[in-house]
């Protein structure tokens, strides 16, 4: 039988939450969830279900017992289980479980394509190589060497780097996607690893809808997962 | 951490529960506490990762979600207890009629997302507001406010006609069910919360008591919601729902149902929607405008705020209405 939620158990509901909140802030946590702009509303928003849980309780210290009939309905004890599941589990950054699920996407075509900087290799995140990729008119990928992070997610016939995107929160996710050719056996899943390569065309008859855009490695090293391991 | 030091510190201290020997309280306390003792055995066991990826949506949710509610909760206290008769009546149309529509477009000046506009639609009910008037600000405010038309704008690029699409059949949704309201209004039982009574308290302690008040009622169902939504996510794969893009009446109604069951931000919604490109225009916009108006976390959320019984003939109504007014206005604008 559900037990209705009394007065002190509901300052100890709310000050865990807001305790929880202020975890995943301080911690830098907040990036696997939210986007980062997100950090001063979650800081205020923390701070306060921390704070004023316990002023309450201190201001109507003196009325405590008249208070019981006014409960507040059995689902509030739900309010432990993301505290309770962050624990538990530790929710890590999305991975290659999303990328392998959703197959890849393309992000929709940014306008005007500025034209490629001169560096060798040049840096790109997943975003911009794709869009290039897909929609660049002159080519300006072809024979260049290009620079791409992200984690390893698997597929069929091979492996791809992987970056997650999101554009409100985690439940929104979804990978893009760079097929790897490269020798040797394929990294573990969600090792995050540095390619350098170059643009493998796809074949002009392709649809480019179901096109997978894919480099030749040269070189693929290993490196430490970034602080924000989402890409926007 | 600290938090669970701080509060089962106080747990100790408070008299409340000193009758039985082990309250809730102290078992909620134990719990938290076995879980933080327990953690790093319990990650090694739940090391899986469909869970890792369900747990991790579970709680994004949630966080992203909190920050509006307790905005939201804010507000609606600031109108149960701190706004005044004179205001309020001057502000609010005498005929019900008349509140519907001032109430659907002044969703437009309320930036918020839908977890907010529960509680602040109760708190306006609470305060005399006409139900019908409240529950069309409830509908229009996360659907049409500006973030969420910028977004639909970047989200559709060179195609404004969207944007359009998506106000004028949100609006519709409100204002429609805010008549319907009024017509069946009546045989619709509606039971809001109470509030904490005034025991002659300051005036900023029942501010922030009946925010807390309020926070507590939604934010359970908000979870609950989150949990579905997560599981759908992690569950049904994206190429079951993209299988059906084909055929178009079919395409509307899974686009509405994947809406309803996966209850992402009305902020974000536009991108998801857009990355559904097999899908015809009308099924993005039935994906856009029953989102915000209902989805499993605000329906939950409802039965928690105004009852299960209102909630179980509120949200069915809601979904029927965006779908046939998504269609409708795709129809003539798409």
Known sequence: MVVAVNRTTQTLVVTVIGAFVLKICLEGAHVRFVKDWMFWPLLVCGTFLLVVPLLLAWAQRRNQEEHHQHGVPAATWLMLAPVAVAFAISPPALGSYVAERSGGQTPQASGVMAPLLDEDPLPLTLGMFLSYADYDPDRSLADRRVLLEGFVSHREDGWSVSRITMSCCAADAYALTVQVHADGPRPARDTWVQVIGTWVEPDPAQDPLTVVQAVRAERVSEIAEPPQPYEY | ?334
Not at chain 2, 131 to 143: C, E, G, H, I
Not at chain 2, 145 to 162: C, D, H, K, R, Y
Request: glycine share 8%; net charge positive; with cysteine.
């Open chain 2, 1 to 334: 951490m600290d938090g669970t030091e701080t509060s089962s510190g106080r747990s100790t201290a408070a008299p409340a529960t000193r009758r039985r020997l082990l309250g809730q309280t102290e078992l909620v306390a134990i719990i938290l506490m076995g879980t933080l003792l327990s953690q790093r055995w319990l990650i090694d066991l739940l090391d899986f990762r469909p869970l890792q990826a369900w747990s991790t949506m579970f709680v994004a949710i949630v966080v992203q979600a909190l920050p509006f509610l307790v905005g939201g909760v804010l507000l609606a206290s600031f109108i149960s207890v701190l706004l005044s008769e004179r205001v309020l009546a001057a502000v609010v149309p005498k005929r019900s009629g008349l509140a519907v529509p001032v109430a659907g477009l002044s969703g437009m000046a309320l930036p918020g997302c839908e977890c907010a506009s529960v509680p602040i639609s109760g708190s306006l009910i609470r305060r005399g507001v006409p139900p019908a008037a409240a529950l069309t600000f409830l509908l229009s405010a996360p659907a049409i406010n500006p973030i969420v038309l910028v977004s639909t704008a970047v989200a559709f690029p060179g195609q404004p006609e969207m944007v359009l699409a998506r106000f004028v059949a949100s609006l519709s949704v409100a204002l429609v069910m805010g008549w319907l309201w009024l017509t069946l209004g009546g045989k619709v039982p509606m039971r809001l919360p109470k509030l904490p009574p005034d025991a002659g308290q300051p005036k900023l302690v029942r501010f922030l008591g009946s925010a807390q008040h309020d926070f507590l009622h939604a934010g359970g169902f908000l979870v609950l919601g989150a949990m579905i939504a997560a599981s759908i996510n992690v569950l049904v794969p994206r190429q079951v729902v993209d299988s059906v893009a084909e055929s178009f009446w079919l395409g509307i109604l899974v686009m509405a149902l994947f809406a309803f069951l996966i209850a992402i931000c009305s902020e974000a919604d536009a991108f998801v929607a857009a990355s559904m490109s097999s899908f015809s225009p009308t099924a993005q916009l039935a994906f856009m405008v029953v989102g915000p108006a209902i989805d499993v976390k605000l329906a939950a959320m409802q039965s928690g705020t105004f009852g299960r019984a209102f909630a179980v003939r509120f949200a069915p109504l809601t979904f029927a209405v965006a779908v046939i007014s998504a269609v409708l206005v795709g129809w003539w604008l798409l």
